[in-house]
């Protein structure tokens, strides 16, 4: 069948749903299309089941970092039990992300967009037309292309995983690499964290990743940097890893080494629209061509890909289609990972303040004999604090705890 909307949004993550709203608020006739479960990434496969199993970590670790004092014993992890709570927060979303988009009038099609023109799609048997359209695919994790990859799980795997392995290996050093090592160590599997290079966890200060990497290691997870993983093997007693430094055996391997967008069947050349290897390439007011804009995940901005950053995409994305034409200007966004310890950080980094050392200072503060981490005995908690010269505003700070 034939539709005409005024605005169709490809994917149901946070960024579509939010578009999605905002743009019927507004009274537009819109569309949604997804052809995964309703719902998307992060609440599905991605940060909400991720923070129900690290939830279940940070007890295991407060519960161990206090035994001797006030606790008798660590909490142990009940994998199964684990899951099945987690569960009850991811199975509900589909069904109820799909009646309220119902309840709401947006029109709703299940399958894979493929772009006809600038302004048509088809999904399936059906035609919709629109006079403008957001694409909010995402994107997915990524498999290195080595000999026997087809034997890698994937994040999606990790976070509905029945058993837990009792010998894991990550390869990858990003930050779900650390928050899956992190859970994964709790839980009691022995853990190997494997990077190509000696900078894991790039994007954050070299200080407190050297200090998470100890803090890790100190609790018994396995570092193999420098490591360039060439074949994977299975054979009857496991996994086999093969690297010119490395020879490993584990039960599962896990491809944590960054995402890639979700373009391939959307077609995109048919409406014009350029992409590279990182998505979907926008200008400096997230349109891909006229009246088609991409956000999140699936396009190459200076926004991070975090959920915050997709949302306040998506919210620039319906003010620019609802006549507020600009150019998107990101704030600072604090970032996360969710290991233990945890890492963050916002704004100006310490290197780019040191470059600056007319303008700014680097103050750092070893926090752990604060009556906040004092109590709960943590032994590490760090922070740098980036101050403005002569205002003494603070510009950027990383806590590490």
Same mark, same amino acid.
């Given at each position: 069948m034939?539709?005409?909307?005024?605005?169709i949004?490809?994917?149901?993550?946070?960024?579509?749903?939010?578009?999605?709203?905002?743009?019927?608020e507004?009274g537009?006739k819109?569309?949604?299309?997804?052809?995964?479960?309703?719902?998307?990434t992060?609440?599905?496969?991605g940060?909400?089941?991720?923070?129900?199993?690290?939830g279940?970590?940070?007890?295991?670790?407060?519960s161990?970092?206090?035994?001797?004092?006030?606790?008798?014993?660590?909490?142990?992890?009940?994998?199964?039990?684990?899951?099945?709570?987690?569960?009850?927060?991811?199975?509900?979303?589909?069904?109820?992300?799909?009646?309220?988009?119902?309840?709401?009038?947006i029109?709703?099609?299940?399958?894979?967009a493929?772009?006809?023109d600038a302004?048509?799609?088809?999904?399936?048997?059906?035609?919709l037309?629109?006079?403008?359209?957001?694409?909010?695919?995402?994107?997915?994790?990524?498999i290195p292309?080595?000999?026997?990859?087809?034997?890698?799980?994937?994040?999606?795997?990790?976070?509905?995983?029945?058993?837990?392995?009792k010998?894991?290996?990550f390869v990858?050093?990003?930050?779900?690499?650390?928050?899956f090592?992190?859970?994964?160590h709790?839980?009691?599997?022995?853990?190997?964290?494997i990077h190509?290079?000696?900078?894991?966890?790039?994007?954050?200060?070299?200080?407190?990743?050297?200090?998470?990497?100890?803090s890790?290691?100190s +609790? !018994?997870? #396995?570092?193999?940097?420098?490591?360039?993983?060439?074949?994977? =093997?299975?054979?009857?007693?496991?996994?086999? %890893? *093969?690297?010119?430094?490395?020879t490993l055996e584990?039960?599962?391997?896990?491809a944590?080494?960054?995402?890639?967008?979700?373009?391939?069947?959307?077609?995109?050349?048919k409406?014009?629209?350029k992409?590279?290897?990182?998505?979907?390439?926008?200008?400096?007011?997230?349109?891909?061509?006229p009246h088609?804009?991409?956000?999140?995940?699936?396009?190459i901005?200076?926004?991070?890909?975090?959920t915050?950053?997709?949302?306040?995409?998506?919210?620039f994305?319906?003010?620019?289609?609802?006549?507020k034409?600009?150019?998107?200007?990101?704030?600072?966004?604090?970032?996360?990972?969710?290991?233990?310890?945890?890492?963050?950080?916002?704004?100006?980094?310490a290197?780019e303040?040191?470059?600056?050392? +007319? !303008?700014? #200072?680097?103050?750092?503060?070893?926090?752990?004999?604060?009556? =906040?981490?004092?109590?709960?005995?943590?032994? %590490? *908690?760090?922070?740098k604090?980036?101050?403005?010269k002569?205002t003494?505003?603070?510009?950027?700070?990383?806590?590490?705890?």
């Open positions: 034939d539709y005409r909307f005024d605005a949004v490809i994917g149901s993550g946070v960024s579509g749903t939010s578009a999605a709203y905002a743009l019927n507004a537009k819109v569309a949604i299309i997804e052809e995964r479960e309703w719902g998307g992060c609440v599905l496969r940060c909400d089941p991720k923070k129900v199993l690290a279940a970590m940070e007890a295991h670790n407060f161990e970092r206090l035994r001797g004092k006030g606790i008798k014993q660590v909490a142990e992890i009940d994998w199964k039990d684990l899951q099945d709570f987690k569960r009850s927060f991811v199975e509900p979303v589909p069904e109820s992300r799909l009646e309220g988009f119902q309840e709401a009038k029109e709703t099609f299940k399958g894979s493929a772009f006809l302004h048509t799609v088809q999904v399936d048997a059906d035609t037309a629109a006079e403008d359209i957001i694409i909010a695919t995402g994107a997915r994790p990524s292309d080595i000999e026997g990859n087809e034997i890698f799980l994937t994040s999606d795997d990790f976070l509905d995983l029945e058993t837990l392995p010998r894991i290996a990858g050093g990003g930050y779900i690499a650390f928050e090592a992190a859970i994964a709790a839980a009691g599997s022995e853990v190997h964290l190509h290079n000696s900078r894991p966890l790039k994007g954050f200060d070299e200080d407190h990743v050297a200090m998470l990497v100890s890790l290691k +609790d !018994g997870v #396995h570092f193999h940097f420098d490591t360039d993983v060439e074949r994977l =093997t299975r054979k009857e007693s496991g996994i086999l %890893l *093969s690297a010119a430094n490395l584990v039960d599962a391997v896990f944590t080494a960054g995402r890639k967008p979700n373009i391939e069947r959307l077609n995109l050349e409406a014009g629209i992409t590279n290897r990182h998505g979907i390439i926008v200008n400096q007011s997230l349109e891909a061509i088609v804009l991409a956000v999140g995940d699936v396009a901005t200076p926004g991070l890909p975090l915050p950053v997709d949302s306040f995409e998506a919210d994305a319906v003010s620019y289609i609802l006549g034409k600009q150019e998107i200007h990101y704030p600072a966004i604090p970032s996360v990972v969710f290991s233990s310890p945890k890492l963050a950080e916002i704004g100006l980094t290197r303040a040191m470059q600056e050392k +007319d !303008g700014y #200072h680097v103050n750092e503060i070893d926090m752990k004999n604060w009556y =906040t981490y004092r109590r709960t005995n943590e032994y %590490l *908690s760090h922070a604090i980036i101050t403005e002569g003494e505003k603070n510009c950027w700070r990383v806590f590490y705890q």
